[in-house]
């Protein structure tokens, strides 16, 4: 069976704030990489160009790799900006830039990732000078900070991620965000890289002690294991299947402490800030691999808006897991990987995200559109044609725990599926 979604006429790419939309308020975003913030004049073209292109909201991503692009009590400033005078602040003079244009801002947080790994320069005050012990450790309980540049290049990992499972790091990050709420007058706060690195980390020996205290067996024997796609063949592979399972979910747990415990300072000190966080798409993925329950903070309430980047998913695929969040009332703005795709198909997803009535889309990103000199290209462009989406869709999410299918992981773990 096929679905049509018709398409409105495109009379700009962005539309200007003159032009009425029928969703009031469509939140119309850019991720803006720290990079942009080391040139003043960067950050002034930054402002005009998001003004210009009808821009509601930035994401401004001021904490990178456990360090600050801003003026921060708890982090050393970042390298690259060593070359300006330390009372320079690029998130307050972003801040000041965009409050006359009406344009919102959100402090963009890089949360668990830490360090790009070994051979990187890092400050006597950085987190993890100071905490080695909080760096992730690997299915053997090995530290990635033991890892050379060669071993982390092999993980498919960004760097070094703090350890969610240790209550000290859920601290150190939520006073990072009230810091910010308290001392900056931004319009929100955005979480990222708040996961694990994959599905290969979070076994350090605090986690695998504690989650053996509570159901009697130790996860890193998990790894050993593929998981099976029929668990009622026999009780010794159903009792198996249900402790990992139960792993997941521990896992994604001690995120969604971290989640909680942000949400919870937000609230009782700046009640009006928003939090939203960049979360892996589809859900299922990010819970299963990086312990990323988004569903469930949605559901329980401790985010306002999710922005889950489906940067390589087809329509139909996007159409199929958002619509029933959506259709519950929860907050979804659609991440575009827009720096990888032609202005057509930019127009494509936002017009998607406008039928399938999220509250907007968050393009990433505004150095990798101005590189590419797709803004002013897509600026001309004027109408598109309805566009189609293939097959039948089921509005019904998928389950979680929906392990008929067990490929994926067991090639990510080395294992054969069986």
């Not at 409105?8 to 939309?21: A, M, Q, R």
């Not at 602040?89 to 890089?110: E, F, S, Y």
């Not at 002690?209 to 593929?226: L, V, W």
């Amino acid at each position: 069976m096929r679905y049509i979604f018709f398409i409105v006429l495109i009379t700009t790419f962005l539309l200007s704030l003159s032009i009425v939309h029928p969703s009031q308020g469509e939140l119309k975003g850019l991720w803006v990489v720290r990079d942009t913030l080391m040139d003043s004049s960067n950050v002034i073209a930054l402002v005009e160009d998001a003004k210009t292109f009808g821009f509601t909201d930035l994401f401004v991503q001021v904490r990178g790799a456990g360090d600050s692009y801003y003026l921060s009590k708890c982090e050393p400033r970042a390298f690259k900006l060593d070359h300006l005078p330390k009372g320079v602040d690029p998130l307050q003079m972003v801040i000041c830039l965009t409050r006359p244009k009406g344009i919102r801002i959100h402090a963009w947080l890089n949360m668990l990732y830490a360090s790009p790994g070994a051979g990187y320069e890092m400050k006597d005050d950085h987190i993890l000078a100071r905490y080695p012990s909080w760096c992730q450790e690997d299915v053997f309980s090995r530290s990635m900070w033991d890892y050379t540049r060669k071993m982390l290049a092999g993980t498919d990992t960004e760097g070094l991620y703090l350890k969610p499972e240790y209550p000290q790091v859920a601290d150190y990050l939520s006073n990072i965000v009230i810091d910010i709420a308290d001392r900056y007058r931004v319009d929100g706060i955005h979480l990222d890289f708040i996961r694990y690195p994959n599905i290969r980390f979070g076994y350090s020996t605090y986690a695998c002690e504690e989650f053996k205290d509570r159901y009697g067996i130790d996860p890193r024997i998990f790894p050993q294991y593929p998981l099976v796609s029929d668990p009622l063949t026999s009780p010794a592979r159903l009792w198996l299947y249900i402790h990992q399972l139960e792993w997941f979910h521990w896992r994604a747990e001690r995120i969604t402490h971290i989640v909680r415990e942000i949400d919870r300072a937000l609230k009782e000190k700046k009640p009006d800030v928003i939090l939203s966080a960049a979360v892996w798409f589809p859900p299922q993925h990010a819970y299963r691999y990086v312990g990323q329950d988004w569903v469930g903070w949605l559901e329980e309430g401790i985010i306002d808006i999710a922005c889950p980047m489906a940067y390589w998913s087809s329509s139909e695929n996007i159409a199929r897991e958002l619509i029933p969040l959506i259709n519950k009332g929860y907050h979804i703005a659609l991440g575009i990987g827009a720096w990888r795709k032609e202005p057509e198909e930019i127009i494509s997803d936002i017009d998607l995200s406008r039928v399938l009535n999220a509250d907007g889309f968050i393009l990433f990103s505004y150095g990798g559109i101005v590189e590419n000199k797709i803004l002013p290209i897509a600026l001309k462009l004027r109408e598109m044609a309805p566009f189609e989406i293939e097959g039948e869709i089921s509005l019904l999410p998928q389950e979680y725990e929906d392990w008929t299918d067990n490929t994926e992981y067991n090639e990510l773990m080395g294992n054969e599926s069986i």
